[in-house]
């Protein structure tokens, strides 16, 4: 199986720049996508990466690097809507695995 | 285009009870996904379907757990009987079952179980 880790909780101000970093173990490895999970609703997709490097999507960037089993999300530009849990997965041998979240909550 | 579809959204029930809950995927995916989310935890798969066929459940515990797709289009999950533990969020998520790389999984809005 897989080992995920990531932060718990993490708070910022509106305005500002978070980063959650993800790191995992695993074989089989075939991609990382991050989620983001508002109460009480499902996971959304928010962006996938299976080379190494930086993947930019608006205000949403991810960073992977495979030799190192580290990957990070990075929120610019926070805004209150942003306040949501934040899941890394680990696509391996096409079985995807999520980790336990990061729960981040923007202030104003 | 159609979301995934879940129903009931709520459901409690007595443990030793049974309950079933019900997914309709988008239109034209092939895969679907079950998967049990615990208060603070991420989603863990219970069962993955390739059309009507099971592609992985090693995860389901098989003895109280089942899942069907008949016709390949819609999915039951069945917990018979169920016990305080199964209290969760049961997400479904269907995708197009595409080989390629990106594959993306899109999810139903949850069916929250309380087990009392």
């Known amino acids: 199986g897989q080992n995920i880790d990531q932060p718990t909780e993490m708070t910022a101000t509106e305005g500002a720049i978070v980063q959650i970093n993800c790191t995992y173990q695993?074989?089989?490895?075939?991609?990382l996508f991050w989620y983001q999970q508002h109460a009480g609703e499902a996971p959304t997709f928010l962006s996938y990466?299976?080379?190494?490097g930086l993947e930019e999507k608006g205000r949403f960037s991810s960073f992977l690097s495979r030799s190192k089993g580290y990957s990070y999300l990075l929120l610019k530009e926070l805004q209150m809507k942003d306040s949501a849990s934040y899941l890394c997965a680990v696509r391996a041998y096409y079985k995807l695995s999520f980790g336990a979240g990061t729960t981040v909550t923007v202030r104003a | 285009e159609a979301g995934v579809a879940q129903s009931p959204r709520y459901k409690i029930i007595e443990k030793r009870q049974s309950v079933a809950f019900w997914c309709n995927p988008i239109?034209?995916?092939?895969?679907l996904y079950w998967y049990q989310q615990i208060l603070g935890q991420g989603p863990k798969l219970l069962i993955q379907f390739q059309n009507n066929g099971v592609v992985d459940d090693s995860q389901l515990p098989k003895d109280r757990f089942s899942a069907e797709r008949l016709k390949g289009v819609d999915s039951t999950l069945k917990i018979q009987p169920a016990k305080l533990e199964d209290s969760a969020v049961y997400l479904c998520?269907?995708?197009?079952?595409?080989?390629?790389?990106?594959?993306?999984?899109?999810f139903g809005p949850g069916t929250r179980l309380t087990v009392l």
């Open positions: 990466n299976v080379l190494d």
């Open positions: 239109s034209g995916h092939a895969t």
């Open positions: 695993t074989s089989g490895f075939n991609g």
């Open positions: 998520a269907s995708s197009d079952g595409s080989t390629s790389s990106y594959n993306e999984q899109f």
